[in-house]
């Protein structure tokens, strides 16, 4: 850059452009006194390459006078103050008209974070291999990168060699982009201002202008990814549906911010100030644009890590978690300067908070299984809404298995002194890791909530008929997720899969034995050598009997609810290889003691076609009316 300088605006001895002593450079800094002219007010200087090389020439000239004693070093120090005042606004000039917002229009789909990356050849030219194939391989969230509109031409971005020989001016790194704010040779002019700007003494000013209008085009890039000015009290008092949304949008946008704002921004500052020579100029400059952005973006995050804990919040905030962990290495890698220890000090501190509320609502959603009070026995002895959410949230920690088995650290502990709460034996299942105890633990505790939910049942064969069907919906959403039935394990399964098949066979005793009692033969044999040996008035009360229990369960069972058509099937099929043979044998020995005599339909009502029929209608949760619709059909 200063060779290019030196060619551009400093003393050569010769040229139109030239000149000579300290009355000719002091006539052209006072020519630029915006103060004195109207015409120095309304035109700047840096929108002429030629006044640029003179007015900087100038400076240079004057600022050799500054230490010289006498009257020419008053003389020169005030022409310095008007020179430095017009630079300021030449610098805050330049800035403000090339400073606009990165364009979240121009959001795209970028290839591979770690990939595709642009190589800068000795000549300054570029090749940029393999940018067209990895496009469908990344998940939208990590490959949606900022591109400013016009910093492309052809198919592929353009590096451009600096001055200083740094190479490419879209420097990436593995998942960093950064990218060109400002053009290439405007940031050479902002250079060559910054360099005379401190060498006067005006350090302060330089970092001031540069720092209030970078970040106003930050603050304007944060409103259009959507990142709102809101207060660590304003996002808790957010309700949760509006909360979930802005996690999602922050998430997206944090990863543009960390790896295309403020790199781009830290490059930048770099490309502006190394040159200038004061030591870390270019640090204090990040700083000032972007200090006050980043604490806004990640006291978003820090409002959530804080929040009251509650268990839908759970996987927003392992979303977040896993996000801010992704992007650590690279908020180090942008925030590495010693300026900016607190904020990778506050990114980790949230991500420590965010392990410890994931941990926290853990613990308390097995609490909440655990004491969850509702006592209203859900009808029909089906699925109770409870087992559905739990299954529902255990499934799905078991898709965040990754991030969980890292963050869970410790078995889960139960309260020995606490009768209400279920025993485990953790010995049988000691194989297991923390995370894995966790999930067993929470279905041990809802199948004791469960069982404590049936008692309010008052019929014995629905409260076993409601924890088969609960019992066996846990069994199927284990055996429906690979990683569910991994970590809970096969010992388990088994365990669950025995309990619901004794909770059938404890509902058929229920729900049939009475049934069944009525066809047995005893009682129905008459004492006495004169007799045929069967009672008929005993042998149609008998029949009396099962047709109205029988009638009955009917009635009442087709309003349960068995809602899983295989079980139900099975459950149908297991009451029909019991009780269908028993009736049919007892017809068969008893149909002509009552045929024989007066009214036989009053006694033998179903044939054993239709008794199995009716069998095939227990189950379907029908209503009253429904029911007897169908046995008039």
């Known amino acids: ?65 500054v230490s010289s004693g006498g009257e020419i070093e008053t003389r020169a120090n005030s022409a310095i103050q008007i020179a430095m005042a017009r630079l300021e606004d030449e610098f805050r000039n330049i800035l403000v008209s090339h400073s606009s917002p990165i364009n979240a229009d121009s959001l795209m789909l970028s290839s591979c974070s770690s990939s595709a990356h642009l190589e800068v050849e000795e000549d300054g030219s570029s090749n940029n291999g393999n940018s067209n ?36 001016y879209s420097r990436s790194t593995s998942s960093i982009r950064e990218i060109e704010l400002i053009p290439i040779d405007v940031v050479v002019y902002l250079s060559w201002i910054a360099r005379r700007m401190v060498s006067a003494g005006y350090l302060r000013e330089c970092i001031q202008v540069y720092g209030s209008v970078r970040k106003s085009a930050v603050d304007s890039s944060f409103r259009r990814l959507g990142i709102e000015k809101l207060s660590i009290g304003d996002v808790q008092r957010l309700n949760w549906e509006a909360l979930e949304q802005k996690i999602r949008r922050w998430i997206r946008a944090a990863k543009i911010c960390v790896r295309v704002v403020f790199a781009s921004e830290k490059l930048l500052c770099e490309h502006v100030f190394d040159s200038v020579g004061a030591i870390n100029i270019h640090e204090a400059c990040f700083m000032e644009t972007v200090k006050g952005p980043a604490i806004q973006l990640f006291n978003f995050a820090e409002a959530i890590s804080i929040s009251r804990r509650s268990p839908e919040k759970l996987f927003k905030i392992l979303d977040l978690h896993d996000a801010l962990i992704e992007l650590l290495p690279d908020i180090e890698s942008v925030f590495d300067l010693k300026s900016s220890d607190s904020i990778r000090v506050q990114a980790a501190e949230i991500l420590s908070r965010l392990a410890e509320a994931a941990r926290g609502i853990l613990s308390e959603f097995e609490n909440a299984v655990l004491r969850e009070p509702s006592k209203v026995p859900v009808p029909g002895g089906t699925i109770h809404p409870l087992t559905r959410y739990v299954m529902n949230y255990i499934s799905l920690i078991s898709e965040y298995r990754p991030t969980l088995i890292d963050l869970i650290m410790s078995k889960p502990s139960r309260n020995s002194t606490d009768s209400n709460t279920p025993e485990i034996d953790f010995t049988e299942i000691e194989n297991k890791g923390p995370l894995a105890l966790h999930l067993i633990w929470i279905i041990v505790i809802l199948v004791f909530n469960l069982e404590g939910k049936s008692k309010y049942y008052r019929d014995a064969a629905l409260s076993h008929l409601f924890i088969m069907n609960n019992v066996h919906y846990i069994v199927q959403k284990i055996k429906g997720s690979a990683e569910l039935r991994e970590m809970i394990g096969d010992l388990h399964l088994r365990k669950l899969t025995g309990k619901f098949r004794q909770a059938a066979t404890y509902y058929q005793r229920a729900a049939w034995v009475k049934v069944l009692y009525c066809l047995r033969d005893e009682g129905l044999h008459t004492k006495g050598s004169f007799s045929s040996g069967v009672s008929r008035s005993a042998l149609r009360e008998r029949f009396k009997s099962f047709n109205a229990l029988f009638e009955e369960v009917h009635r009442v069972q087709s309003q349960w609810l068995v809602p899983d058509s295989q079980l139900r099937e099975e459950l149908k099929i297991s009451i029909l290889e019991k009780l269908s043979p028993a009736y049919r044998s007892f017809l068969g020995r008893f149909r002509s003691h009552i045929e024989s005599g007066k009214h036989p339909e009053n006694y033998i009502k179903i044939t054993v076609e239709e008794l199995e029929s009716e069998v095939l209608d227990l189950f379907e949760g029908l209503s009253a009316t429904q029911h007897l619709r169908r046995r008039s059909e």
């Open 1 to 65: 850059m200063e060779s290019q300088e030196q060619s551009n605006g400093h003393v050569t001895g010769d040229g139109d452009c030239s000149v000579s002593g300290f009355d000719s450079a002091e006539k052209v800094i006072m020519r630029w006194d915006a103060t004195a002219s109207e015409e120095a007010r309304e035109k700047m200087i840096f929108s002429d390459p030629q006044e640029v090389k003179l007015y900087l020439h100038a400076v240079d000239e004057i600022q050799r006078f």
């Open 133 to 168: 194939e990895e496009d469908d391989q990344q998940e939208e969230e990590e490959t949606d990168l900022l591109k400013r509109t016009g910093s492309s031409t052809g198919s592929g971005s353009v590096a451009v060699r600096l001055p200083t020989g740094r190479g490419s």
